[in-house]
């Protein structure tokens, strides 16, 4: 039976285990229970230690592999790919944006990105943009974009 699996606020449960040592040190009789008991809560916490990072560290491995997978999949088709988080910050390109704008990702964080968009489709890609941050609705729009010899499709 698994009983830890998943993701854990790890200083929670440290917390836990130390609040669950308070108890267990206040508990009537513990004075003559306590040089038995050391020995067991001592292995219980390290078993406990020893779990929770291997959990960190098994996330961690699971979380670069997806990274890693989804990286390949966007660099695989013949499309631009980029996202972004919550807050509308910018945070990939797939290789194709780069190949075809000719920009770095520096050069296309923040608001960069709006210099590459012609100017006759800007207003309402920027109209879509903000209404899809704001109401979490799909952000579905077709904008021409200008590439390294500055032409637009």
Not at 14 to 29: D, K, N
Not at 39 to 47: D, F, K, L
Request: with cysteine; net charge neutral.
């Amino acid at each position: 039976m698994t009983v830890l699996s998943g993701s854990y606020d790890f200083g929670l449960v440290a917390v836990s285990v130390a609040l669950a040592a308070l108890v267990l040190i206040a508990a009537p009789g513990y004075a003559a229970r306590a040089k038995r008991a050391r020995g067991w809560v001592r292995a219980a916490a390290s078993s406990l230690l020893d779990r929770l990072r291997a959990l960190r560290k098994s996330d961690r491995a699971t979380a670069r592999e997806r990274e890693l997978y989804f990286q390949t999949m966007a660099d695989a088709i013949p499309e631009i790919i980029w996202t972004a988080d919550p807050n509308g910050m910018d945070d990939f390109f797939n290789q194709r944006c780069f190949d075809y704008t000719g920009l770095t990702l520096e050069q296309l964080r923040g608001a960069s990105w709006q210099a590459i968009i012609h100017p006759d489709d800007l207003e309402g890609c920027l109209a879509k943009w903000t209404s899809a941050l704001q109401t979490g609705n799909p952000y579905d729009v077709e904008y021409r974009l200008r590439g390294k010899d500055g032409g637009f499709r």
